[in-house]
């Protein structure tokens, strides 16, 4: 029995996303405090370890200053004895490391252990920890802004043959954008996909000019839905005449374009299901390479949601029949007495399948979610019986797409036409159980009227964030136009897009509609759809990005006033941050080449592919000449190798110098040339061990020849040392009478911001 759930408005409760950082540089700051029992030793020490992209190898570097008596030995150690030996001294080593050291590495199991003749047990320890994140910062998200970089105005629209209708968008691991419905030919409609790179600009290596026309049938053919498999194929899914019926229809492309003949021999694959009208709206792709493709089918009286399997081949999977003993790969399922319509379909983790759509609830359209276990059965921990029907306003609500959360919930979009108020977007989120999200605007959905007349919304996407796009059209009240709202976790509007949370973008002149919404890896928004220029309908491709920049500041998100990065193709949820290392516990440079500035960690949690171009804006003092010889160095793999990029091209304006890298690590700035010496300034912050900020804490700094500042923390628990002469070692303590703080030597290269302190338990 179909349950339909009821909603009342009322005020919502706020959600926080978190994140953890997985770490490919360690260090430790030695003492004799973390000694056990802790000694009365001065001596202190710094240790870095640095663990290749491959992790099977480490280049440890320790370094020691002032030890009580000669040195006896030197390890890496875990609670069972030593790991590695190291030389006495100061040094760099290479290890081999299995998997398992691996592990005890990153779970911070490992530490450094001093012994001299004074201190037979141990002198020095310091535990060895990844890299602290004090200044993680998530990746950017779209503010709403037209993206210039997109073709110069962030619209693009791309005529095929007569009317053309863009359906759906899916963006490639390389940047590249896919749209996807259809082209009328001079009699009839026919399957059409056209392929942009990055700036917009068709893909001449897609077909030779970008776009690829596919006749699937004999007449009237339109592809609903798009998706892209692991290895680059491109899978469309739509409707089909065949003969006297109109049947799902499933085409798959290789990535050059072409008809993929290992599909079904030539790329095509028809189903009927009844004898009338059927069509696919929705695709996705199983982690095993089957293909999912939902929409609706014709019983004889009235339409059905229709989910249908396909092998990787092509062809139906026997094995999801929805425990109804046919065993051919289809599964149609009646919500409601009438008239039932499947739009979105997503699969879970669990491999379970989320089908969205509406259904006739009594004299009312309400929306309608469905949920399947993997055979096609349906899911009775699903709402008891795998089926929710809601009715949220007195009058129709539709879902004509679904997105699934991280975290279980599932979020569905559409529109909600309530008696005397034309219809406006509607947003609903669902727990996994299948009930309504109540932390989400207080009842699990939230209205957003955009103008004054009807509007839709026809996709969804989830930011890594957690916030909710949607994508639709809204009637301007001359005709339509592009339309996207931005939610924020807890759905109330998020006020950094476009300062309200809504959009409207006119690209043609008469009925506009954004069918289709995806998120870049990037963060930008590309809603593709209709865009009726003249007498005719084009493709239409919108791009919203940051705001208006210059190609070299595109894209670019600072670390700190000194690093930024951009990621042309990351995806996921992730933290990225740079640390300053000392210099001293860093593998030597190559022979003749001198640090400008101090040597930087720079790291990310988040998952990516393709290239990473960070930014580095070297201090003013910096003169021409060692700028223009300046070069940016990533120890990867052992060694010190030369990433600086030419493109962008540096600018001694700016003091600004690029590195083009295929992943993050450690990296210095250095010249042939020497530097003169300077004074600059050295701050951070103390935090505790909660990482809550110290206030009224005292610091001091030490130099070589014994002379000793200080400093006290801020309110808000910054310190502050001002004229610290370049090129001379230092070591930094801080005092508190609650928290123990590591000592930390740090050799002075450039000016620092971000010296911190984090209380050790």
């Known amino acids: 029995m179909l349950k339909k759930s009821f909603i009342l408005f009322a005020t919502a409760i706020i959600l926080f996303l978190s ?138 629209t791309t005529e095929v043959s007569g009317n053309n209708i863009a359906q759906a968008v899916a963006v490639q691991t390389d940047g590249k954008i896919i749209a996807a419905g259809f082209s009328r030919n001079a009699l009839n409609n026919d399957f059409a996909l056209a392929r942009y790179n990055p700036n917009g600009s068709l893909d001449t290596s897609f077909d030779t000019d970008g776009i690829v026309v596919t006749q699937v049938g004999a007449s009237e053919e339109e592809a609903f839905a798009v998706a892209i498999q692991p290895d680059g194929k491109i899978i469309l899914a739509g409707q089909a005449i065949i003969g006297a019926s109109t049947d799902i229809a499933v085409v798959r492309y290789n990535p050059n374009g072409s008809l993929d003949t290992t599909f079904d021999a030539d790329g095509i694959v028809t189903t009927p299901i009844g004898t009338g009208t059927e069509l696919a709206r929705s695709i996705a792709i199983q982690t095993d390479g089957k293909i999912i493709v939902a929409g609706q089918s014709f019983n004889g009286t009235n339409n059905d949601v229709a989910v249908i399997r396909y092998n990787s081949d092509g062809s139906l999977d026997t094995t999801f029949d929805g425990n109804n003993g046919t065993g051919n790969g289809i599964v149609t399922t009646a919500a409601g007495s009438g008239n039932d319509f499947g739009y979105g379909v997503k699969i879970q983790p669990d491999g379970k399948i989320i089908v969205a759509g509406y259904y006739l609830g009594g004299t009312t359209n309400d929306a309608l979610l469905i949920r399947y276990n993997s055979d096609g059965v349906l899911d009775t921990s699903f709402d008891g019986d795998g089926i929710v029907g809601t009715a949220i306003g007195n009058n129709s609500d539709e879902a004509f797409a679904v997105a699934l959360q991280p975290n279980g919930k599932i979020v569905i979009a559409g529109c909600i036409n309530q008696i005397g108020i034309p219809n406006d977007f509607l947003i609903v989120r669902y727990n996994s159980d299948g009930s309504l999200d109540t932390t989400f605007d207080g009842d699990g959905a939230t209205i957003i009227p955009i103008g004054n007349a009807a509007e839709f919304a026809l996709g969804v996407a989830i930011q890594a964030d957690g916030k909710i796009i949607a994508a639709g059209f809204s009637n301007n009240g001359a005709n339509n136009d592009f339309a996207v709202v931005r939610r924020n976790a807890d759905g109330s509007p998020d006020t950094t897009f476009d300062g ?12 506009d509609s954004a069918n289709g919404v995806e998120i870049q890896a990037d963060g930008k928004i590309v809603v593709v759809g209709r865009a009726v220029i003249g007498a005719t309908a084009d493709f239409g491709v919108v791009r919203y990005g940051y705001g208006t920049n210059a190609p070299t500041n595109d894209g670019f998100f600072a670390l700190n006033p000194t690093v930024e990065v951009r990621f042309d193709n990351a995806f996921g949820v992730g933290a990225t941050f740079s640390t300053p290392i000392n210099s001293l516990a860093l593998p030597n440079l190559p022979n003749g080449l001198n640090l400008l500035t101090t040597p930087r960690n720079i790291q990310t949690s988040a998952a990516f592919s393709g290239d990473i171009l960070v930014k580095f804006i070297l201090p003013q003092r910096i003169d021409a000449a060692n700028f223009n010889a300046a070069q940016v160095l990533q120890f990867e793999n052992n060694s010190w190798i030369d990433r600086t990029a030419n493109i962008p091209p540096r600018d001694f304006a700016t003091r600004t110098i690029y590195a083009r890298v295929s992943q993050l690590s450690t990296f210095a700035i250095v010249s042939t040339l020497v530097q003169q010496p300077a004074n600059v300034n050295i701050s951070g912050k103390m935090l505790s061990d909660n990482r809550k900020t110290t206030t009224g804490s005292l610091i001091t700094m030490t130099d070589s020849n014994g002379q000793t500042r200080y400093a006290f923390t801020n309110p808000q628990g910054y310190y502050h040392f001002q004229n610290v002469p370049l090129r001379q070692t230092y070591i930094f303590r801080a005092n508190s009478k609650r928290l123990k703080f590591a000592p930390q030597i740090l050799t002075v290269t450039d000016e620092i911001d971000d010296q911190n302190f984090t209380a050790v338990q």
């Open 500 to 511: 309200d949370g809504k959009l409207t973008t006119p690209i043609g002149t008469s009925v």
């Open 19 to 156: 994140w953890s950082v997985s770490a490919r540089s360690f260090t430790a700051a030695l003492n004799g405090a973390q000694e056990v029992p802790p000694n009365s030793s001065n001596a202190v020490g710094v240790g870095t370890i640095i663990l290749n992209s491959a992790e099977t190898n480490i280049t440890v570097t320790l370094y020691l200053s002032a030890l009580n008596g000669t040195q006896t030995s030197a390890s890496i150690r875990n609670s069972t004895g030593i790991v590695f030996n190291l030389p006495n001294g100061n040094s760099t080593q290479n290890f081999s490391v299995s998997p398992l050291q691996v592990a005890e590495l990153k779970a911070s199991a490992w530490f450094f252990r001093i012994n001299s003749i004074n201190f037979p047990s141990g002198e020095l320890r310091g535990q060895i920890n990844a890299l602290s994140a004090n200044n993680a910062v998530m990746f950017p998200f779209s503010n709403g802004s037209l993206d210039t970089t997109f073709d110069t105005d962030g619209i693009v």
